[in-house]
């Protein structure tokens, strides 16, 4: 039977980095489409109303293929116990994350909020990726079905790999063979510039909840050493985001 040669150091590192870099290459090109084409008015077609709408499914796709493409280099160790505590950590990370706007609410606040709760993240929450601007059922139920899709699946799969899977050994050896650094290495160096990183590549409304989230991702990893329960852990987390902010208009949060 035929098997695949070992991955050298060059591909390991193309495997786990290339998905993350497509991803965040389609958030440059929205931002530079956005500013050519986008018309917030009722008249508008669907793609100016909001560019995201016609992108993020490309991005989705696009995403999807590179991790199809090298998936055999990605290691989860999905195992049932790891499976539960990532829904759990991510229950309760979500938790922490959407507190602050939840707080918004019941304070009774209205408008823009500025200070303390600004960087905290009590804020309202409500102009974002709404699939309401779609009338026609189908198109909207597709809309958010690829939305979901993207957020529980698209980004929890190449975030956790990059993250968890590439830059944690990086940062703890990036002048040797950082490969050979095992899974879930705990180092003080890693913890701050990943976590940093996770954090810098949020909104400034979402740095608290970052701070909170992309510390439990660091314990959940350091302890399971399972790439698997990472990945469960973003994806409960983003699915419950994206509930939240369907039941409460919240579009803001994703």
Not at 23 to 34: H, K, R
Not at 123 to 130: M, T, V
Request: charge should be positive.
């Amino acid at each position: 039977m035929k098997t695949n040669p070992p991955a050298n150091h060059d591909t390991l590192t193309r495997a786990h980095v290339v998905p993350f870099a497509v991803f965040m290459g389609f958030l440059i090109v929205l931002q530079i489409f956005s500013s050519l084409v986008e018309w917030k008015h009722p008249a508008a077609p669907w793609w100016r109303q909001d560019p995201a709408q016609l992108i993020y499914p490309i991005q989705t796709l696009v995403t999807l293929g590179a991790l199809i493409y090298y998936r055999r280099y990605f290691k989860f160790d999905w195992s049932p116990k790891w499976i539960v505590a990532g829904i759990l950590f991510g229950a309760v990370g979500i938790g922490f994350w959407l507190l602050p706007t939840t707080l918004y609410d019941a304070w009774g606040l209205t408008g823009k909020t500025d200070g303390w709760m600004k960087w905290l993240g009590v804020a309202e929450r409500k102009d974002g990726f709404n699939p309401g601007i779609f009338h026609h059922p189908a198109a909207y139920w597709t809309s958010l079905i690829m939305r979901f899709f993207r957020a529980a699946v698209i980004v929890a799969l190449v975030e956790e790999i990059f993250w968890r899977g590439f830059l944690m050994r990086f940062v703890c050896d990036w002048e040797g063979n950082y490969w050979k650094q095992p899974f879930g290495r705990a180092t003080w160096r890693s913890y701050l510039i990943v976590t940093g990183l996770f954090i810098l590549a949020h909104a400034p409304v979402d740095y608290a909840g970052a701070l909170v989230y992309g510390s439990l991702t660091y314990l959940l990893c350091v302890w399971s050493k399972s790439l698997g329960a990472c990945v469960m852990m973003h994806a409960t987390a983003n699915f419950l985001m994206g509930w939240y902010a369907m039941a409460y208009g919240k579009f803001g949060l994703w």
